[in-house]
């Protein structure tokens, strides 16, 4: 597989677009941060933006090992 490392955030597939939005939009929200579609994100602190994308990676990593072992639940079986 191919790889683009031109050091763009490219979606890869399109499709999912509106619901990595949402998925952000609720992530910012859990943490405190309100109508973050709407705000300048120059305005927040790179700590709160970083954040936002790090959690959003910690969800998509989830998501991506439970499809792969073949699982869906959301909660932990610690």
Do not use: C, F, H, W
């Amino acid at each position: 597989m191919a790889t683009n490392n031109s050091g763009s955030n490219n979606i890869v597939v399109p499709e999912a677009k509106q619901a990595l939005n949402q998925m952000k939009a609720e992530i910012a929200n859990e943490l405190g941060l309100t109508n973050y579609e709407q705000v300048d994100k120059g305005n927040l602190t790179a700590r709160q933006n970083g954040y936002v994308g790090g959690y959003m990676t910690k969800r998509l990593v989830e998501m991506a090992q439970r499809q792969m072992s073949g699982t869906s639940g959301m909660g932990s079986t610690k």
